[in-house]
């Protein structure tokens, strides 16, 4: 493997940070210049098989989590990655993998033969999972975004023949706890998203990940400043100007500080009712949130966006099945979420 260096922006604290090349065999893969491709997936709890000292406790080394039990998840990840249901997408964005050598492991066995080249990785000071970027062609900077109390956001910029796209990969706080303090955290993790993003004025700026909240969440909360707030709300304007996202779902709204919602657009269409399902409700927790240049008739427009929801990761009655390390059985809580943009 050959390693690149990294820039940042000033000003930024780098939590930790890792570029690298994958130098695998290759199967011939075509990349559709037309399109281009973005999957969101929170892989739950994806640890390795040696003892690092920051994993779980309960993925120490043991007669039931092994070598075997581990390449057994990777293989089981690569299989839903590589589904026909997604094909071939230029990005993945993962969640909860322990660190930098999982993604390495995932792309020598298994992803690189499909092109995927190019891994960055950021995880927080003594936190046990990771969010990391993956790609087919190198990114022309990358960098790590600190949030105060929770994980740091993952940004990396790529040069396309239709202008610059710029992601930032996310995994928000937990709804684990007393709602106001959670939400608190993940109203920090908006202030930043949006202080990063005006970095990028005229490039297409995709925020994606694991938000853990729905884009309606406020309407169940309203003593409480929400992360995401609806545009069509009379306090919208005030909570933006504090650091929430505005959000819509109507494509005539979009615009430099308005961000579109997929899930909230009438005229989207999913074959399953959210992309996790958690105290016996089913949520949109993975998002995908663009800015006002997806819909200016240049460059990358929107197409499509999919929650996958391959037969390998679900339970008989349609629910994602979870990863249990007690059976070794189970893929994750989550499901894929694929944003496709065309080229008009």
């Not at 890792?18 to 695998?24: H, N, W």
């Not at 990114?139 to 994980?151: F, I, L, N, T, W």
């Not at 004025?201 to 995709?206: A, D, H, K, R």
């Not at 006002?292 to 008989?316: H, K, Q, R």
């Amino acid at each position: 493997m050959k390693k690149y260096t990294v820039l940042t922006f000033p000003l930024l604290i780098l939590v930790l940070l890792i570029l690298v090349g994958c130098g695998c065999t290759l199967d011939a893969q075509i990349s559709n210049e037309k399109e281009f491709k973005i999957l969101t997936y929170n892989v739950q709890n994806l640890m390795d098989d040696k003892l690092d000292g920051d994993e779980y406790p309960e993925y120490r080394p043991s007669e039931k989590w092994s070598t075997e039990s581990y390449h057994m998840r990777l293989r089981t990840l690569n299989e839903v990655l590589t589904n026909r249901s997604i094909g071939l997408c230029d990005v993945l964005v993962l969640q909860e993998i322990e660190h930098e050598g999982v993604i390495a492991d995932l792309l020598d066995r298994h992803l690189g033969r499909k092109g995927y080249l190019w891994y960055a990785v950021a995880k927080g000071e003594d936190s046990a999972i990771a969010t990391a970027v993956i790609s087919r062609s190198k990114p022309k900077r990358v960098a790590v975004h600190a949030v105060e109390g929770s994980r740091p956001v993952l940004e990396a910029v790529f040069d396309t023949e239709r202008g610059e796209v710029v992601i930032f990969a996310l995994h928000a706080k937990s709804q684990i706890g007393e709602f106001a303090e959670t939400e608190a955290l993940r109203l920090n993790l908006s202030r930043v998203l949006k202080e990063a993003a005006t970095r990028h004025e005229g490039s297409l700026i995709v925020l994606c990940g694991d938000f853990n909240t729905d884009p309606d969440s406020y309407k169940n909360n309203s003593a409480v400043q929400p992360a995401l707030i609806d545009i069509g709300d009379q306090r919208s304007r005030t909570y933006m100007a504090s650091g929430s996202l505005g959000i819509t779902g109507r494509r005539d709204l979009v615009y430099s500080d308005v961000w579109y919602s997929p899930f909230m657009d009438g005229e989207n269409r999913y074959d399953k009712p959210g992309t996790c399902y958690f105290g016996g409700s089913w949520h949109h927790y993975d998002q995908f949130l663009l800015n006002g240049l997806l819909f200016d008739g240049l460059g990358w427009e929107y197409g499509s966006s999919a929650i996958i929801a391959p037969s390998v990761a679900l339970n008989t009655d349609g629910t994602p099945m979870a990863w249990n390390l007690s059976t070794l059985s189970g893929v994750s809580d989550h499901l894929p979420l694929l944003l496709t943009l065309l080229r008009r």
